[in-house]
């Protein structure tokens, strides 16, 4: 991936107060973990430095459950990993640019890669509560985008071809998805399903298609994790609740977490 020019001066700011807290003048790769992924953090590797969001400028403080808001400088294998525990969501009403931040911080803090994780709700046929997927491609239906202006970047192979090789080597009963970014924080009417399904959605969420573009577009390689928390509206008999979402994370956490750790190895 051919790094870019892009430059933003509060992710600039944010990098440069994450360098003199932690003392790692860089860091490689980020994750950002979604809803009920807490645990996983742990498997990744323990943090050297622990800070809160609220340390670095520009950071909304995540207001979901589930989200704690903390960021980890973690060393694993030589690398410098920034996890961040939590994100800002659209349906928080704070605009976009707390969306895309971390992950434009983390590229300016040095980091190549972009692991975005999350929880989603799965549409296709056979698909099981606690399964990992591989986001593949995306639909992003917030009808907004992280950029300004002429930004025309290009966002084929978006989710890297190369590092879901390395994942599925790792794990080959892993399967891919496309993935579609909902604003919420609605869940989706049994009609909105049945339309997802007929235009090729596999998952459903409300984070990361954001996120991806705007780390594509600042020239980082991009790659999603989704884990299914509940099958999507109308395909259980079941109503939806963020209770079982948070569940179903806390339940997969672990193998989340050692999945993420190898990948981070080898990334
Ligand atoms: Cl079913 N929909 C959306 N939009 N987000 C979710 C979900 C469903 N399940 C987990 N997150």
Same mark, same amino acid.
């Given at each position: ?25 860089r860091h490689d790769l980020a994750v950002v973990l979604g809803s009920g992924w807490q645990p996983a953090a742990e498997e990744i590797g323990s943090p050297e430095t622990e800070l809160s969001m609220s340390d ?75 399964q990992p997927v591989l986001i593949s491609d995306h639909i992003n239906l917030t009808a907004r985008s992280p950029l300004v202006g002429a930004t025309f970047v290009d966002l084929t192979d978006l989710y890297s ?47 990361? !298609? $954001? #996120? %991806?573009?705007? *780390?594509? =577009? ?7 994790? &989704? @884990? +299914? ?15 079982? !979402? $948070? #569940? %179903?994370?806390? *339940?997969? =956490? ?7 750790? &190898? @990948? +981070?190895?080898?990334?």
């Amino acid at each position: 991936m051919t790094p870019t020019t892009f430059s933003d001066p509060a992710a600039e700011n944010a990098a440069a107060r994450l360098a003199e807290i932690t003392g790692a003048a860089r860091h490689d790769l980020a994750v950002v973990l979604g809803s009920g992924w807490q645990p996983a953090a742990e498997e990744i590797g323990s943090p050297e430095t622990e800070l809160s969001m609220s340390d670095l400028p520009g950071f909304a403080e995540p207001g979901a459950v589930g989200h704690s808001g903390k960021v980890w400088s973690v060393p694993v294998a030589g690398k410098r990993v920034l996890v961040m525990l939590g994100r800002t969501h659209l349906y928080e009403g704070k605009g976009i640019e707390p969306v895309v931040h971390g992950v434009r911080t983390a590229v300016a803090a040095g980091c190549r890669t972009v692991v975005l994780t999350n929880a989603a709700g799965g549409l296709r046929e056979g698909m099981a509560v606690g399964q990992p997927v591989l986001i593949s491609d995306h639909i992003n239906l917030t009808a907004r985008s992280p950029l300004v202006g002429a930004t025309f970047v290009d966002l084929t192979d978006l989710y890297s071809p190369r590092l879901r090789k390395l994942a599925r080597e790792i794990d080959p009963s892993l399967q891919e998805g496309v993935y579609a970014g909902l604003p919420g924080p609605h869940f989706e009417t049994p009609a909105e399903i049945r339309m997802l399904r007929t235009f090729g959605v596999d998952l459903v969420g409300m984070s990361t !298609v $954001l #996120e %991806a573009i705007a *780390a594509r =577009a600042a020239g980082a390689e991009v790659f999603g994790l &989704s @884990l +299914v928390t509940n099958l999507a509206a109308g395909l259980s008999g079941q109503p939806l609740n963020h209770e079982e !979402v $948070l #569940e %179903a994370g806390r *339940a997969s =956490a672990s193998r989340m977490g050692k999945l993420l750790r &190898s @990948l +981070v190895e080898v990334a």
